[in-house]
């Protein structure tokens, strides 16, 4: 069993205060950002019914909870928003393999995907829901859409990047084009896919808060919408709030992919 120096032990005790020192901060600012939050609306500096207030949330979540439908709505939009990152992730790094492979391909589709990717997907919202239906399909398409573009520039962005000089090395050696991609081009790039994973964590939730703003009957994003029309601010506050751990824990997820994945590699 390997033996560590004092000097290598005192590091890492160092590392691990620090990162427990920097978790305990954001706690903290948490704490406060919502003790302040709570006292603001008490003594009314600002409206609470502008803004809400902490507890106010909490009510509202305890109702919802007791009309056993919050679940059903976290559940709706999570699942929405899974599939849709991986359609997008799968898709987009898909076709990114495809344009790499055909320099031809590349080179006639590179405006379309200039504009594309400056279109508001949000103008495709109309068609896509005539298209996929006024339900899951349009919501899970129109994620899709929001991402996808994204996700193939940057991966094909990535592969582009890679030094040609490698490449004719392998191509000098009997390489074919599947044995570049597969052995130098895709092991390369992994920094890049995983960068991908990370953007389409928030562009998927994105897209699908956007799509059941139009056509959802259940979902956080259709809470928002009716809190919204009734004049219900602490339900659109609480699904706001709920939304943000969904993404943050998602992310996470990506980020401990991550890590696993260098530990593999490195």
Known sequence: MMEYSDEHKKYIQAVKK?????????????IFFF???????????VDPFLTSTPSRMVTSLIKIFKEGTLF??????????????????????????????????????????????????????????????????????IAILISIIVT?????????????????LLQTFGGTKFQVLTNLIL??????????????????????????????????GFLIIYGGQVSQLDMVMMSIIILCILAYAMYEVVAI??????????
Request: hydrophobic share 55%.
């Open 18 to 30: 620090r990162k427990h020192k920097i978790i305990i901060v954001r706690i903290l600012i948490l």
């Open 187 to 220: 092991p390369a790039s992994v920094p890049t896919l995983v960068s991908s994973l990370k953007i389409n964590v928030g562009l998927s939730w994105v897209g699908v808060i956007m799509g059941e703003f139009l056509v959802a009957k259940e979902g956080l």
């Open 35 to 45: 003790a302040l939050w709570e006292i603001a609306g008490d003594l009314r500096w």
């Open 152 to 168: 193939i520039i940057n991966v094909l962005v990535g592969f582009k990047s890679i030094d040609e000089d490698k490449i004719k």
């Open 257 to 266: 992919f991550e890590k696993k994945l260098n530990k593999k590699i490195y």
């Open 72 to 141: 059903k709505h976290m559940g709706v939009t999570c699942l929405e928003t899974i599939l849709g990152f991986i359609f997008s992730t799968v898709l987009g790094t898909f076709i990114a393999i495809l344009l790499w492979w055909s320099d031809f391909a590349y080179k006639v589709l590179d405006p379309y995907l200039v504009v594309l990717n400056a279109l508001p997907k949000v103008a495709l919202a109309p068609i896509i829901i005539f298209w996929a239906g006024n339900g899951y399909g349009s919501i899970i398409v």
